[in-house]
Structure formats: C-alpha cells, structure tokens
T-cell receptor
Framework: AQSVTQLGSHVSVSEGALVLLRCNYS??????LFWYVQYPNQGLQLLLK??????LVKGINGFEAEFKKSETSFHLTKPSAHMSDAAEYFC????????????FGTGTRLQVFP | DVKVTQSSRYLVKRTGEKVFLECVQD?????MFWYRQDPGLGLRLIYF???????EKGDIPEGYSVSREKKERFSLILESASTNQTSMYLC????????????????FGPGTRLTVL
C-alpha cells in the first residue's frame, strides 16, 4: 500500500532563507508523487509532480523537488522564501498508472517571518 | 482555466439535519471527488465518481452519500449530520486521459467549512 510521511507539521523560516519541506513515501510499485499547496482560505493547487521522467522536478513559484529512490524521498525546496509562500503544503502519492486515487500526507504549514 | 466551485464557503447545521454540499466543475471532467480535511490528518477521500450516476466509496464513506445526476455536478449528502462531521470539505475533478496518468491532475474547489452543532 502507498503512503506518505511529512516530517514536521510546522516549519518556520525567515524571508530570504531556504525552504525545505520533507516527504518520504512508501510504495510497492513505481510511484507518482506530487506536492500540492493550499493558500489561506483557498482550495488546493498543484505545485509540481514527478511521473518517472526527470528526477528533479521544477514547479511553480520557484519550488522544486527531487525524487530519490534510494532514500524514498521527495523533499520540496525553494532557495529563497517569500512572505507569499506562507501556506500549507501536502505531499501526495498515487499509483503510477492512475493518479485518480491520491494518498495525501498530513500537511506541513509553512510560516515565513520578515 | 479549470474552475471548480462549491456552493457555500461556510455552513452551520444542527445535529440530525440533512445537509447537501454542492460542487460544480466547468471543464467537462469525467471524474469528481469529495474529500474531508482535518488538522493533522490531511485529506481523506469520502466518495468519487467516474461518470454520471456512477459512484464508488473512498476511504471514509460512513455517514455520507453522493449524487451525480449531471456530469458537471457532484453532491455530497449527510443524511443526519453529527458533530464528528464538522470539517472542511473539498471537492475535486479530473479527466481520464486514456490512463495517461502523467498528464492528469486533480483540480480542487475552495472548500466548504461545515460546523455541526
């Protein structure tokens, strides 16, 4: 069965600092992996996804994530945090042949301080 | 742009009431989903639908039912609301691009925050 674990329910960084949100997955078949973001009072939107092409995936708003099979990880990073990045971030895994069944992590709330 | 709309942003109901949450998508998507979002639990799938009048149970269907009479509309029904159904409810839709999962994406509505007193 697929699952994801997000390390840290809350992460705080200063504006301009590196953002690192951690995600580890377990899957018995090659996974598809996603990061979704939820801004305050909004629905979720797709940030980026890994679908077995390049292991380094670039998403919107300067975020990127690297798929590391040996570490079963898919950590999300951004070199320099902006105040507008404050949101909740969800790591998501699905079966590689059907992304309609998504398994969500518990979420990490990112706070950015001036 | 794909748009998924939900009928209410905030809803307050009393225990035992029948509650309808409505979701509409404007992109002719085949699939529609209902999730609930609770702090520390992420999103959990309640029901989903692959086509009109088709529905399948998700991970936590107990206490809920759904209706899909038209392709663009997917309703979540709480037959007799209880306090443990107080939550944020999110609707989503996606295409079935011939099982080319690399191009599929779920699009989410803004959510309905339901409080059951």
């Amino acid at each position: 069965a697929q699952s994801v674990t997000q390390l840290g329910s809350h992460v705080s960084v200063s504006e301009g600092a590196l953002v690192l949100l951690r995600c580890n997955y377990s899957s018995s078949v090659p996974p598809y992996l996603f990061w979704y973001v939820q801004y305050p009072n909004q629905g979720l939107q797709l940030l980026l996804k890994y679908t077995s092409a390049a292991t380094l995936v670039k998403g919107i708003n300067g975020f990127e994530a690297e798929f590391k099979k040996s570490e079963t990880s898919f950590h999300l990073t951004k070199p320099s945090a902006h105040m507008s990045d404050a949101a909740e971030y969800f790591c998501v895994v699905s079966l590689s042949y059907n992304t309609d069944k998504l398994i969500f992590g518990t979420g990490t709330r990112l706070q950015v301080f001036p | 742009d794909v748009k998924v709309t939900q009928s209410s942003r905030y809803l307050v109901k009393r225990t035992g009431e029948k509650v309808f949450l409505e979701c509409v998508q404007d992109m002719d998507h085949e699939n529609m989903f209902w999730y609930r979002q609770d702090p520390g639990l992420g999103l959990r799938l309640i029901y989903f639908s692959y086509d009109v009048k088709m529905k399948e149970k998700g991970d936590i269907p107990e206490g809920y039912s759904v209706s899909r009479e038209k392709k663009e509309r997917f309703s979540l029904i709480l037959e007799s609301a209880s306090t443990n159904q107080t939550s944020m409810y999110l609707c989503a839709s996606s295409i079935i691009p011939n099982w080319d999962a690399s191009t599929d994406t779920q699009y989410f509505g803004p959510g309905t925050r339901l409080t059951v007193l």
